[in-house]
Each structure stands twice: as structure tokens, then as C-alpha cells.
């Protein structure tokens, strides 16, 4: 092996391989088969750890609906308060100026049904209806949004105005829109050009304004003021020509 | 028995036929496994990939050339597969490698076939497969380096190494 050539080397590899057998196990063709068989493929399809992945993409798929469905039904209770539901309140209400004079905050108390306590520390019985479970009710802007009797405090802000006034209870909230409005409302006019008038001296005035009308008065000895310097909102100045060439047409304004 | 009426029942999915043309070929087969693989479970598995596709796949034997020629084909594309996807694994370096324990001195003139495969499967998994391709089966570097996705250079340098490193193996047990 002294100084083997690498054809030598190459030869006795390549002699000893080229038609060698190799006996494989005897179960090797078994297991073959069972690749080919198609029903393999179904077995595989009903393995253990398919129909385990299976059964949680369908518990997901559960939970998923069952949340969302929830979300949903809290969402549409928390929605505007119905006419009927609050109509129904108000009819049944048997709170008044009386039994609550202050008409301050109400809370009801847990475990009594139907009864409230309000902030002066006094008992006031009102009926409510039983389907009722979460009412959203807007008082002049102010949204309280209240749940059903067993689950939470219910807070009220009654007033005797309120009382009375039934129809104010009935709060449907509305947003109004108003009309689309151009940006740039351009008024139907002939042809102009536009000249300032003099402009009111008592308002606006500074010192730097002071001095340059000032200036302007010595420049120019007409009787008639004709450039005036203006403050405006943000710090500078404006210069007024008053009286100038420009032809003032008589606007027609429609 | 008529290998192409056999061959052609096989087609059909006549799984006797399968049957009967896997046992006429399975040693064959199975010794070039053998070859690529590091160890004998390896091979088989190798073994089981390659005849699944060449039952699976019979349409893509056109009939030019060998049956033989076409299933050592398909298991030598098994064999690399197998190989890049362990190529992560096959971080061993040749310097690295443990002794051989081969059962009867090696001479020239008394090589066995299973000392040399002893001695060849100890070679880190890249060195014996380009062996094994240029060697063996034949393949020259341009068509090894398209097949490893390798350059030619790497392919020549890789068989260098791995005759080098053989050469080696078999002076020391015939010292």
C-alpha cells in the first residue's frame, strides 16, 4: 500500500463495489407496500396527530364564534336605547319628586329588587322591566350606560324635569350632519376690483403702525390719507392703499 | 421471466409484479445504498425512498437504456436528497474521524468488500458521496458539482482529500 496511486486506489474501491450485494431487512418490502397502498394515505389522514389537529382547528374555530358572538350581543345591548324599553321605565317609574326629593344620583341597592337608594340616603321603589338588561339612556348629553339589576349598580340622574317630561327621557341619539358646505363660497358679482376703504383707526394700532402713518402723512401732504399701515393678527402689518386709481365699479350683488 | 412484460405490469400497479421485480433488485439496490449511508438503518430507509419513487414515478423511465442502469440512477438521487438533508448535521471534519475497527488486516490482494465498506463509511458524508460518484458510479466533476450544487474545484479538492485520507487508513492497517 506503499505509494498507492490514486487509479490504484480507485480500482480496488471500484472492483469491490460495482457488483456487490447487500441483503436488506426482511421486512423492508412490507413496509414499501404500505407507502403505495392508498388506503396508507387514508390511514395517515385518520392518524392520531391529524384528527388531533383537527379537533383543536375546530375547538378554535368554536371559541372564535362563541367570543365573537358575545362581543356582538354586548355591543348591540350597549347600542342606543330603545323608545319602548325607556318609554316602559318611565311609565312604570314610580319615583317623583316626592319620594325623591333632591332627584340626585340613585344607586340601587344589591339584592333588592326594584329599590334604590339615592345619595340623601332615602329608599325609592321603581318598577323596571324584566327583560331589560343593559340600558343605555342619554340625558342631555350625559350617557350613562347601566346593566342589569343583578349584575351591577344602577346609576340614575332623575330630575323633575325629567319626570314630567317624559318625551325627554326618549333620547335617541342622533348625529346630525350638517350640509356640505362649499370651502370657498364665491358670491355672484360683475367684475371688480377690489379698493379698501379707510380702515377704522381706533382699532389695531401699535407703535411701529403709529409711526410709520406717521411717516407716511409727512411723506405725502395730501389732505387725504392715502397709505395706511394695519396690525394684523400675527404680529406684522399690512399697508392699506386707500383711494387708489382702481376703478370701483358698483358691485351687483345678487 | 420477461423483465419488460414484468416492468410493464408494474406500471399498471400490479403490486406482485412490484413485488417480484423489488426481491430481483433489492441487493443491488441495496448495496449502493449502503455505500452513501453512514449507517445500516440509513441505508434502508434510503432503500424504501428509492423503490417507492421508481414504482411511483415509472412513467419518467422512457425505456432507453437499462432498467438497472434507470433504478441505480434513482437511488443515487435518493441517496444525495438523504444527504443534503443532513448536510446540516454532517459538520464532522476528516481530521476527526475514530479508528477503524475492521476485522482482518487489509492487503491489496485481500480486500474485502466489507472492510472496504467499513473503511468508506467512516469517510465524513460529503467526501463519500463525491467519492462514491466519481468513482463508482462514474460521474465526472461538472456533472457532480451540478448534482451537489457545488463548484468543480470543490468537487476535485473534496475527492483529493477523501483519497488522500484512504490512503492513509488502508497504509496503517497494512503496516
Not at chain 1, 354586548?74 to 311609565?91: F, P
Not at chain 1, 317624559?166 to 376690483?193: A, G, H, R, S, Y
Request: charged fraction near 30%; proline fraction near 3%.
Amino acid at each position: 500500500m506503499h505509494n498507492m496511486e490514486d487509479k490504484d486506489l480507485d480500482k480496488l474501491f471500484r472492483e469491490a463495489f460495482v457488483e456487490a450485494e447487500e441483503t436488506p431487512h426482511a421486512d423492508t418490502w412490507a413496509k414499501i407496500e404500505a407507502n403505495l397502498n392508498p388506503s396508507s394515505r387514508i390511514k395517515t389522514i385518520y392518524s392520531f396527530k391529524n384528527i388531533g389537529m383537527i379537533a383543536a382547528s375546530f375547538t378554535l374555530i368554536c371559541l372564535g364564534g362563541y367570543y365573537a358572538t358575545k362581543i356582538y350581543n354586548t355591543n348591540d345591548a350597549n347600542s342606543t336605547l330603545k323608545k319602548e324599553n325607556v318609554n316602559t321605565i318611565v311609565h312604570n317609574n314610580e319615583i317623583d319628586s316626592q319620594s325623591n326629593p333632591d332627584n340626585s344620583l340613585i344607586k340601587e341597592e344589591k339584592g333588592k329588587n326594584n329599590t334604590a337608594t339615592n345619595l340623601s340616603g332615602n329608599t325609592v321603589k321603581f318598577e323596571k322591566p324584566e327583560n331589560l338588561n343593559i340600558i343605555t339612556v342619554a340625558n342631555k348629553g350625559q350617557k350613562i350606560e347601566l346593566d342589569s339589576l343583578k349584575e351591577k349598580h344602577l346609576a340614575l340622574n332623575l330630575t323633575q324635569s325629567m319626570i314630567a317630561k317624559k318625551e325627554e327621557l326618549v333620547i335617541i341619539q342622533v348625529t346630525e350632519i350638517d350640509d356640505i358646505k362649499p370651502l370657498i363660497q364665491f358670491e355672484d358679482e360683475e367684475e371688480t376690483m377690489l379698493a379698501n376703504t379707510a380702515p377704522d383707526l381706533k382699532e389695531n394700532k401699535n407703535i411701529v403702525t403709529t409711526v410709520l402713518n406717521k411717516l407716511s402723512e409727512n411723506l405725502d401732504p395730501s389732505k387725504e390719507q392715502t397709505v395706511r399701515f394695519i396690525p394684523d393678527e400675527e404680529g406684522s402689518f399690512a399697508i392699506s392703499i386707500i383711494n387708489s386709481f382702481a376703478k370701483n365699479r358698483n358691485k351687483k350683488r345678487k | 421471466m420477461d423483465l419488460d412484460r414484468l416492468w410493464k405490469e408494474c406500471t399498471l400497479n400490479d403490486r406482485k409484479a412490484q413485488e417480484q421485480v423489488y426481491h430481483i433488485f433489492s441487493k443491488k439496490m441495496f448495496a449502493i445504498c449502503t455505500r452513501y449511508a453512514k449507517t445500516t438503518l440509513e441505508a434502508e430507509d434510503i432503500l424504501q425512498n428509492g423503490f417507492i419513487k421508481i414504482f411511483t414515478k415509472h412513467h419518467l423511465y422512457d425505456g432507453k437504456g437499462s432498467l438497472e442502469g434507470w433504478m441505480k440512477k434513482i437511488m443515487v438521487n435518493t441517496a444525495i436528497e438523504t444527504y443534503r438533508k443532513n448536510q446540516i448535521n454532517n459538520t464532522e471534519s476528516i481530521d476527526q474521524l475514530p479508528t477503524i475497527q475492521i476485522e482482518s488486516p487489509i492487503k491489496a490482494d485481500q480486500t474485502s468488500y466489507k472492510d472496504l465498506l467499513a473503511i468508506i463509511q467512516q469517510l465524513p458524508a460529503g467526501y463519500r458521496t463525491i467519492f462514491n460518484l466519481f468513482v463508482i458510479e462514474g460521474y465526472s466533476h461538472k456533472e457532480i458539482s451540478e448534482l451537489l450544487q457545488i463548484s468543480e474545484g470543490n468537487s476535485k479538492s473534496q475527492l483529493s482529500r477523501a483519497r488522500q485520507w484512504l490512503k492513509t487508513k488502508l497504509k496503517q492497517y497494512n503496516a
